[in-house]
């Protein structure tokens, strides 16, 4: 099974500021299958990001992954007030979610 | 609109069931596989089970294999998931969630929260 490492576990930052999330996968997965997850509290998650680059509908610009192998990043170029929350990468079809990474107001 | 509705959680002691159902619209429900994934308190995000559109294909987490039973009915829309045997970690907001895009959850209902307790 895949595993899926995130870091940082939390990401502290000031509105305004870029945020690079990263995942990592145990063994070399497929770009076509990773995606990215928003969570807030109390709420549903909502998809960001699919096949490791492709943005989800509504979801804005400033919202950009990469990657390829075993190393993927979800970027957020300007921390928006919103944007505070956790986000889950996820190997699509054959490992679980990842662990998280929180991006709180620093 | 795609909208995702769940229902059917609650207090249920260990050892007990219960069956959940997500109802779906404004997307051809008949087309698309469908998943449920769970939260426990405070915890990530843990899929649990997976349907393919014409039901012909299903796999579970090891987790709940042989205690957890999916199903779906095309014509009514809907989406089920049969707990058996239910354990104190069990205890989660359960979602369901679609694959319409693909290789992907992206839609997800708002849960709807099972707790097992004596």
């Known amino acids: 099974e895949i595993v899926l490492t995130q870091s940082p576990g939390t990401l502290s930052l000031s509105p305004g500021e870029r945020a690079t999330l990263s995942c990592r996968a145990s063994q070399s997965v497929s770009s076509s299958y990773l995606a990215w997850y928003q969570q807030k509290p109390g709420q549903a998650p909502r998809l960001l990001i699919y096949g490791a680059s492709s943005r989800a509908t509504g979801i804005p610009d400033r919202f950009s992954g990469s990657g390829s192998g075993t190393d993927f990043t979800l970027t957020i170029s300007r921390l928006e007030p919103e944007d505070f929350a956790v986000y889950y990468c996820?190997?699509?079809?054959?490992?679980?979610f990842g662990g998280g990474t929180k991006v709180e107001i620093k | 609109e795609v909208q995702l509705v769940e229902s059917g959680g609650g207090l249920v002691q260990p050892g007990g069931s219960l069956r959940l159902s997500c109802a779906a619209s404004?997307?051809?429900?008949?087309?698309?596989?469908m998943n449920w994934v769970r939260q426990a308190p405070g915890k990530g995000l843990e899929w649990v089970s997976y349907?393919?559109?014409?039901?012909?294909?299903?796999y579970y987490a090891d987790s709940v294999k042989g205690r957890f039973t999916i199903s779906r009915d095309n014509a009514k829309n809907s989406l089920y998931l049969q707990m058996n045997s239910l354990r104190d970690e069990d205890t989660a907001v359960y979602y369901c969630a679609s694959e319409i895009v693909g290789a992907c959850f992206d839609y997800w209902g708002q849960g709807t929260l099972v707790t097992v307790s004596s």
């Open positions: 349907i393919s559109s014409s039901s012909s294909t299903i």
């Open positions: 404004g997307f051809t429900f008949s087309s698309y596989s």
């Open positions: 996820q190997q699509y079809g054959s490992s679980p």
